[in-house]
């Protein structure tokens, strides 16, 4: 089984993300960079599926500058067993759906695939809308949020939990499923294995390697952009109430005036 997994470096969902000055685009070099923790649980679900699967094969997909490398190498740590990284500057300021034919270009570069997995949501951009564009692009079946993923022969399987019950989808392979965060803890990259990813194969593409054109792609281009934004203002103190024996009633009032009863 040819398993093909989208990941994507992404600014420390710890610290403080801004967007840049001139374009507003997010400002990747303001912070630290990691492999979306969605993501790793996708990798795991991939290697799960490896390892019930024997001769399947891992490959992990991502677009975005350089430095994503990283991203890539900590994928390769875990287990997958290559990479293709899409990088090129006239990238920079894609909106989702140009990432999503992006993407789908360099996902046909891998071979015949029978299985897209991706994170649901990536925790910079969030929308949620990257693997099910990817699978429309590719005219194939999308199972979305998945909270346990099973693949039996040529069928996958997955089951989806929210809050009107538990749904189980199944279609055909070759399929696109995305993961929720909680359809696994993924591992921990072993010494041997974060070894091993210096010697596993990485496939650097230019947008002419991956036969996509400049004008697809890029903020000049993108179907959505930021116009404008504004620092978050600093919290205000909040409204001290005095209780002088009308506490409660002054509480009351104060909830009335925001109207929340």
């Not at 994928?75 to 500057?89: F, N, R, W």
């Not at 990432?99 to 996902?107: F, H, M, Y």
């Not at 996509?212 to 001290?240: C, F, H, R």
């Amino acid at each position: 089984m040819n398993i093909v997994v989208l990941v994507k470096q992404v600014p420390d969902t710890y610290s403080e993300r801004k967007l840049s000055s001139g374009d507003h685009t997010l400002d990747r070099d303001a912070t630290d960079a990691v492999l979306d923790e969605i993501n790793e649980r996708a990798v795991e679900s991939a290697l799960q599926l490896k390892e019930a699967n024997d001769g399947s094969e891992v490959t992990v997909v991502t677009m975005g500058p350089d430095r994503a490398t990283d991203a890539i190498r900590k994928a390769l740590s875990m287990g997958a067993d290559k990479a293709v990284h899409l990088s090129d500057e006239a990238l920079h300021g894609s909106c989702a759906v140009q990432t999503a034919k992006a993407l789908a270009k360099v996902i046909g570069t891998v071979g015949d695939v029978d299985l897209i997995l991706a994170g649901n949501e990536a925790s910079d951009g969030r929308s949620g809308a990257i693997p099910a564009m990817v699978a429309e692009i590719l005219d194939l079946p999308s199972l979305t949020h998945a909270r346990e993923l099973t693949v039996d022969g040529s069928t996958v399987t997955v089951r989806r939990e929210t809050d009107d019950g538990v749904t189980v989808l199944t279609t055909e392979l070759p399929a696109v499923v995305s993961v929720n965060e909680k359809i696994n803890e993924p591992r921990y990259p072993s010494f041997k294995g974060i070894m091993a990813a210096k010697k596993k194969p990485v496939t650097t593409l230019t947008l002419a390697d991956a036969g996509i054109d400049a004008s697809e792609v890029g903020l000049a281009n993108a179907l959505t952009s930021v116009t404008s934004a504004q620092p978050k203002p600093p919290k205000s103190a909040g409204e001290k109430v005095e209780d002088e024996g009308d506490g409660g009633a002054k509480i009351a009032a104060f909830l009335v005036s925001q109207k929340l009863i």
